[in-house]
């Protein structure tokens, strides 16, 4: 470990200007930053750090992100250390286990067409698929009144639903001209970014009855969750790009971003990950301080201080906005991690002994838009006799649930399947909820969402790192950004820039 003296030295760092700033470049002089300067949290929090670790690369983060880049730099040949807060691997994806080996996934499950480097990730680990089940009728759920439907969605209270079906697909016309690398540069990017997807939707222009604005603002908050007023039309249309140019592949189960689920749960390929990388875990271990200067990285967790020539940060914004870093990051960085937060999501997964809506002719597939909860799906393992229903609360719903007890929330939300798929649904043989926004380190869920601004002010440093600090997160994939899929392509990303880099340098 650096001595004190050593630590003291002048390190300069020569970076660019970014918003606010004259244009040029300047240099950090980290002479100012003495040992005795630093703040007595900072000493306290090196103080827990009692074990020194040395390898060639630091991952902060054990979700589909780090676990991947991890994986990649291992398998080329480098020695890493994987630094995680949990006691588990995963992030955002958790699979529990019934005694019958019956999967539970609370966390990320779904998979789907173009999510190619998920697919292949499968492929190479030797896990298999299974289709989401999806065959029967869905239900509608409005002004408590269930609608039955099969291949048309139903009129409600003598209102169409069409200005629906005319929305979503002009939100995909417009994505062509959003770059999905790029969005901040395209041609209307400050008008789209000006306003929010609320008022884009409540454009009279649209001519939307009350249960089509409805609808919609329940198809978009399963996607962000959080409200149309909080979220830019400019980010909603780079989501769309960053799936294909198609918001159906998005929303919809068959043939699209929730059409496949893992045999054995999803948290099986964190398994499978985290078996290929080897011993090479620390839990438990939230990291409190980055540094860096000209001969590498120190990353100070809770159980150790690790020393490295790069560091990649693969946790979620708001959580790397917490890290304590040396020098301090570009105000663009800083300010990007500062209006990232995540939304508000609660899952709830049902346990029967058989999936018994099935005999009914049903799907499985709700959506209730001025309910509580909000969707539900048909999550039953394929080899298993147990039937599982998964729903979601998302948004400020999910905030009231959030409130009551949870003897009242699970009678409410037990009620509610109860009126959806008969008296049965009331009595399941297991109940699990997990709210991700209570989750300490994780701190809402499923993707973090840019207000309006945002993305045009900070996105361009999106994936730019920072000297020795790489950034790998599902937000920072221009493709399936927010998805599994997304999370895999920036751990690779990630991995082969740091691959190249060190190549190129050993090379001279």
Same mark, same amino acid.
């Given at each position: 470990?650096?001595?004190?003296?050593?630590?003291?030295?002048?390190?300069?760092?020569?970076?660019?200007?970014?918003?606010?700033?004259?244009?040029?470049?300047?240099?950090?002089?980290?002479?100012?930053?003495?040992?005795?300067?630093?703040?007595?949290?900072?000493?306290?929090?090196?103080?827990?750090?009692?074990?020194?670790?040395?390898?060639?690369?630091?991952?902060?983060?054990?979700?589909?992100?780090?676990?991947?880049?991890?994986?990649?730099?291992?398998?080329?040949?480098?020695?890493?250390?994987?630094?995680?807060?949990?006691?588990?691997?995963?992030?955002?994806?958790?699979?529990?286990?019934?005694?019958?080996?019956?999967?539970?996934?609370?966390?990320?499950?779904?998979?789907?067409?173009?999510?190619?480097?998920?697919?292949?990730?499968?492929?190479?680990?030797?896990?298999?698929?299974?289709?989401?089940?999806?065959?029967?009728?869905?239900?509608?759920?409005?002004?408590?009144?269930?609608?039955?439907?099969?291949?048309?969605?139903?009129?409600?209270?003598?209102?169409?639903?069409?200005?629906?079906?005319?929305?979503?697909?002009?939100?995909?016309?417009?994505?062509?001209?959003?770059?999905?690398?790029?969005?901040?540069?395209?041609?209307?990017?400050?008008?789209?970014?000006?306003?929010?997807?609320?008022?884009?939707?409540?454009?009279?222009?649209?001519?939307?009855?009350?249960?089509?604005?409805?609808?919609?603002?329940?198809?978009?908050?399963?996607?962000?969750?959080?409200?149309?007023?909080?979220?830019?039309?400019?980010?909603?249309?780079?989501?769309?790009?960053?799936?294909?140019?198609?918001?159906?592949?998005?929303?919809?189960?068959?043939?699209?971003?929730?059409?496949?689920?893992?045999?054995?749960?999803?948290?099986?390929?964190?398994?499978?990950?985290?078996?290929?990388?080897?011993?090479?875990?620390?839990?438990?271990?939230?990291?409190?301080?980055?540094?860096?200067?000209?001969?590498?990285?120190?990353?100070?967790?809770?159980?150790?201080?690790?020393?490295?020539?790069?560091?990649?940060?693969?946790?979620?914004? $708001?959580?790397?906005?917490?890290?304590?870093?040396?020098?301090?990051?570009?105000?663009?960085?800083?300010?990007?991690?500062?209006?990232?937060?995540?939304?508000?999501?609660?899952?709830?997964?049902?346990?029967?002994?058989?999936?018994?809506?099935?005999?009914?002719?049903?799907?499985?597939?709700?959506?209730?838009?001025?309910?509580?909860?909000?969707?539900?799906?048909?999550?039953?393992?394929?080899?298993?006799?147990?039937?599982?229903?998964?729903?979601?609360?998302?948004?400020?719903?999910?905030?009231?649930?959030?409130?009551?007890?949870?003897?009242?929330?699970?009678?409410?939300?037990?009620?509610?399947?109860?009126?959806?798929?008969?008296?049965?649904?009331?009595?399941?043989?297991?109940?699990?909820?997990?709210?991700?926004?209570?989750?300490?380190?994780?701190?809402?869920?499923?993707?973090?969402?840019?207000?309006?601004?945002?993305?045009?002010?900070?996105?361009?440093?999106?994936?730019?790192?920072?000297?020795?600090?790489?950034?790998?997160?599902?937000?920072?994939?221009?493709?399936? $950004?927010?998805?599994?899929?997304?999370?895999?392509?920036?751990?690779?990303?990630?991995?082969?820039?740091?691959?190249?880099?060190?190549?190129?340098?050993?090379?001279?």
């Amino acid at each position: 470990m650096k001595t004190t003296k050593q630590l003291d030295s002048t390190l300069k760092f020569k970076t660019k200007k970014r918003a606010g700033n004259q244009a040029g470049s300047f240099f950090f002089d980290l002479k100012l930053i003495k040992w005795q300067q630093l703040s007595e949290r900072s000493i306290q929090k090196m103080s827990l750090s009692k074990n020194f670790i040395e390898r060639d690369f630091c991952v902060v983060g054990a979700g589909f992100a780090g676990l991947t880049a991890a994986l990649r730099l291992v398998q080329a040949g480098y020695s890493v250390i994987v630094v995680e807060a949990r006691d588990r691997i995963g992030g955002k994806v958790w699979t529990k286990y019934l005694a019958d080996g019956t999967p539970i996934d609370l966390g990320g499950t779904f998979l789907g067409p173009t999510q190619d480097r998920i697919y292949a990730l499968l492929e190479e680990l030797g896990v298999e698929i299974t289709p989401t089940p999806i065959h029967g009728d869905s239900l509608l759920v409005y002004n408590n009144v269930v609608h039955r439907y099969g291949d048309d969605v139903p009129d409600i209270e003598s209102h169409s639903l069409d200005g629906v079906w005319d929305v979503l697909q002009l939100l995909s016309t417009m994505s062509h001209d959003v770059p999905n690398d790029a969005p901040w540069t395209c041609a209307r990017a400050k008008e789209w970014d000006a306003m929010s997807l609320g008022q884009w939707i409540n454009d009279p222009v649209h001519k939307l009855s009350a249960p089509a604005l409805s609808l919609l603002r329940t198809l978009f908050i399963g996607l962000f969750t959080c409200e149309l007023s909080e979220v830019s039309l400019l980010y909603v249309l780079f989501q769309i790009a960053a799936s294909g140019n198609d918001i159906e592949l998005q929303m919809t189960v068959e043939g699209g971003a929730e059409q496949d689920m893992v045999k054995g749960g999803m948290g099986l390929v964190a398994e499978k990950m985290k078996e290929k990388i080897g011993d090479c875990f620390l839990f438990s271990s939230a990291v409190r301080q980055i540094s860096q200067d000209q001969d590498g990285v120190t990353v100070i967790s809770d159980k150790a201080t690790i020393k490295a020539k790069q560091v990649v940060v693969a946790i979620p914004p $708001n959580l790397a906005d917490d890290i304590e870093y040396t020098p301090l990051l570009p105000s663009t960085r800083m300010e990007l991690l500062r209006h990232m937060p995540a939304g508000q999501c609660t899952k709830f997964i049902t346990v029967y002994d058989q999936p018994f809506w099935r005999q009914d002719g049903l799907s499985g597939e709700v959506a209730a838009p001025d309910e509580h909860l909000q969707m539900t799906l048909d999550t039953s393992a394929p080899d298993s006799k147990l039937g599982a229903l998964m729903s979601f609360s998302f948004a400020k719903e999910a905030m009231q649930l959030a409130e009551m007890s949870a003897e009242d929330r699970k009678k409410l939300v037990l009620d509610a399947l109860a009126r959806r798929f008969g008296a049965k649904a009331a009595h399941p043989i297991h109940y699990f909820e997990h709210d991700w926004s209570k989750d300490r380190w994780t701190r809402g869920c499923h993707v973090a969402h840019l207000a309006p601004g945002v993305l045009t002010s900070y996105g361009h440093v999106i994936r730019e790192p920072f000297a020795r600090i790489h950034w790998a997160t599902s937000e920072s994939s221009p493709l399936w $950004n927010g998805n599994i899929d997304g999370a895999v392509r920036a751990g690779e990303y990630v991995a082969k820039e740091l691959i190249a880099m060190t190549r190129s340098t050993c090379s001279k």
